[in-house]
């Protein structure tokens, strides 16, 4: 799949001869499978959409009694268009959802991905623990409690993770409970930018159950061959 273009502020470069040039970072990579669809959010959404409701229909047998499937069809455009929207909203860069079934089961599950800019203030230290404490305090500010955090480096830059179980809010379009896994990462060579991966399923309707682990556990795989882009 293309990259997502970002527009890094700062190139890093050293002024000895002898230090490596880094080339700046110009996207993402994430490795999923074949039955995960990217929909691009900021161009290209409704041609993304449209391919993946096309190809939905023709996997509907075809001797399916018509005065079923037309509704059904109706009702699953209609929700897979308010998950686009609801996406759209976020400002987010990009959705990835499953579209296919994977084995016998459809999953309900999702990856979000979006961006966050935190300018400095003037004069404002830039030791090396100061990174991690933003990105803790950009997963705080949406008064989320009881979750897991943690702190690492995915593909040397820095990141911080995040697990949690979000209750169901019907008035958000969100029936169900769900687990939750965020990963935040700072851009490199452009340390006030935040690229953020955030992770959602129902499990087999309860977030805790042994799927929802396994799909939690399977994303923490994707992400861990998170790559990024470069020149």
């Known amino acids: 799949m293309p990259p997502k273009q970002y527009e890094p502020t700062t190139t890093p470069a050293g002024t ?18 074949a039955e995960w669809a990217q929909i691009p959010l900021r161009q290209g959404t409704e041609s993304a959409v449209r391919r993946i409701i096309e190809e939905a229909h023709t996997r509907i047998p075809a ?3 018509s005065d079923k499937i037309g509704p059904y069809k109706r009702e699953w455009e209609r929700r897979f268009r308010a998950s686009v929207a609801n996406a ?4 987010a860069l990009d959705l990835y959802l499953p579209v296919r079934p994977m084995g016998d089961a459809n999953i309900g599950a999702s990856i979000l991905v979006t961006e ?13 623990s100061e990174p991690t404490e933003v990105a803790v305090q950009l997963l705080s500010r949406d008064g989320v409690e009881d979750a897991d955090l943690s702190s690492g480096e995915i593909d040397g ?3 911080v993770r ?12 969100a029936d169900l409970a769900s687990r939750r896994v965020e990963y935040m990462v700072s851009v490199p060579g452009d340390p006030d930018r935040w690229f953020v991966a955030a992770f959602s399923t129902v499990g087999g ?5 042994e799927l929802a682990e396994a799909l939690v556990e399977w994303f923490d795989a994707v992400m861990a061959n998170f790559r990024w882009s470069r020149g």
């Not at 000895?16 to 499978?33: M, S």
């Not at 759209?88 to 400002?91: P, S, T």
């Open 162 to 173: 995040r697990e949690h179980v979000a209750g169901a809010s019907v008035e958000q379009g």
């Open 63 to 65: 001797d399916a009694p």
């Open 157 to 159: 830059a820095i990141a």
């Open 205 to 209: 309707g309860d977030p805790r159950d």
């Open 116 to 128: 966050s800019l935190v300018p400095r203030a003037p004069g404002r230290s830039r030791d090396t």
């Open 16 to 33: 000895d001869e002898a230090e490596k040039v880094v080339q700046p970072v110009t996207g993402y990579r994430l490795i999923l499978p």
């Open 88 to 91: 759209q909203k976020n400002k």
